[in-house]
């Protein structure tokens, strides 16, 4: 097609279905700006073959902890729960608050005293419309963190592909067996309890630079008929790389530029059938 000139661009990309009201999509020479939200954040191919990427890393909530250099030490993953999930925030009062830190608290304060001086008086709408505008809705899609250069981006230790032929994460099974024994999932069947899925937090993956969210709507599967779950997470004895499927696709719209040799994501943003 590229040859015989029938596409504008060397350039595809994917949009999965997010249920049974939403289309999916395959463009062809090109991609759909209103089926993704914010910017396309490009990552560069390190192998063509495959369209590979570099990976970083995983974490799981806002631990400081990288599962995937803990995976490799075999003491240090098997440290107790509550020290693999210790947060990166310090709550010791002999550890200095960094500047930014003071500055956003402090900011947060007069909002918050403004706030109250207005509902006091009966309310404000110019002051509640400049608020709306400074302070907007919470967006619940998937997040996406730019990180500093490390290195490992030109010379990555493991790596990912997109796969849409794929429902699952597919990773080295050390890896997977620390998720799942955060996440109470059996390693080998995936199987898991449904009575606490509110109370897991989303995992962060780093390829080509940025760490891109995965929610737990998103890697926990739910069967609401026979009122099971499982988990999407699994081991992978022979792969080579990761493989990111549909369970991290359906969030993110994904274009592949065969000219340039590299995939761009966004978080995905469908519209709804109306029947």
């Not at 709408?125 to 809705?137: A, G, I, N, Q, T």
């Not at 994460?169 to 890896?175: F, I, K, V, Y």
């Not at 966004?266 to 709804?272: K, R, S, Y």
Request: a neutral charge; aromatic letters at 10%.
């Amino acid at each position: 097609m590229i040859e015989e000139a029938l596409v504008d661009e060397p350039v595809f990309a994917f949009a999965l279905s997010q249920g049974h009201r939403s289309f999916g999509e395959l463009l062809l020479g090109g991609y759909n700006e209103m089926h993704y939200k914010g910017e396309l954040r490009w990552m560069r191919v390190i192998r063509a073959k495959y369209w590979q990427v570099s990976m970083e890393g995983l974490w799981y909530g806002d631990s400081k902890f990288n599962l995937l250099s803990l995976s490799k030490d075999t003491d240090l993953g098997n440290l107790p729960l509550d020290i693999l999930l210790s947060s990166n925030k310090t709550t010791d009062p002999h550890v200095p608050i960094p500047t930014w830190q003071r500055n956003r608290e402090a900011e947060a304060s007069e909002r918050s005293r403004i706030k109250a001086k207005t509902r006091a008086k009966g309310g404000d709408d110019e002051m509640d419309l400049e608020e709306k505008r400074k302070h907007p809705p919470t967006d619940k899609s998937p997040k996406i963190k730019k990180l500093l250069p490390t290195g490992t981006e030109q010379n990555p230790e493991t790596s990912a592909i997109m796969d849409t032929g794929t429902s699952f994460l597919l990773g080295d099974p050390n890896t997977i067996q620390l998720i799942s024994r955060i996440i109470g999932a059996d390693f080998r069947t995936g199987d898991m309890s449904c009575a606490h899925l509110q109370e897991l937090k989303s995992v962060w993956i780093s390829l080509g630079g940025f760490k891109f969210e995965i929610a737990p709507e998103h890697y926990v599967y739910r069967d609401h008929e026979k009122k099971t779950c499982s988990s999407a997470w699994v081991p992978s004895y022979d792969s080579p790389f990761w493989v990111l499927g549909d369970s991290f696709l359906r969030a993110y719209y994904a274009v592949f530029d065969m000219k340039d040799k590299k995939v761009g994501l966004a978080p995905i943003n469908m519209p709804l059938r109306h029947f």
